[in-house]
């Protein structure tokens, strides 16, 4: 059975904030899905060969096709854009470095 202090380890880990009503809810939840888990490791599997998905998929490209828009448009956008250098615009950055 899981400890009250484990389910709050997993949620800290998983960046979840638990009320002490939803760490015993899910500590139930979470010890019927290690049950489970545990069933699943009874099962003989050296003969099944690893697959990376349970069913086979096929991407579905489409081609990039670069739609302009009237140069009045065009303008505007730049015109009302804070940053930018030419005809570049300067976003802040996603990961790393703030700003520019």
Known sequence: MLSTNEVKHIAALSR????DEDVEKY??????ILEYVDKLRELDTSGVPEVARG?????????????????????RILKAFPRR????????????????
């Open 16 to 19: 979840l904030r638990l009320s």
């Open 27 to 32: 500590r139930g939840q979470l010890e019927a």
């Open 55 to 75: 069913i086979e998929a096929t991407n579905v490209f489409r081609d990039d096709l670069v739609e302009l828009c009237d140069p009045d448009t065009r303008e």
């Open 85 to 100: 250098s030419g005809d570049l615009l300067q976003v802040q950055a996603v990961f790393g470095e703030r700003g520019l």
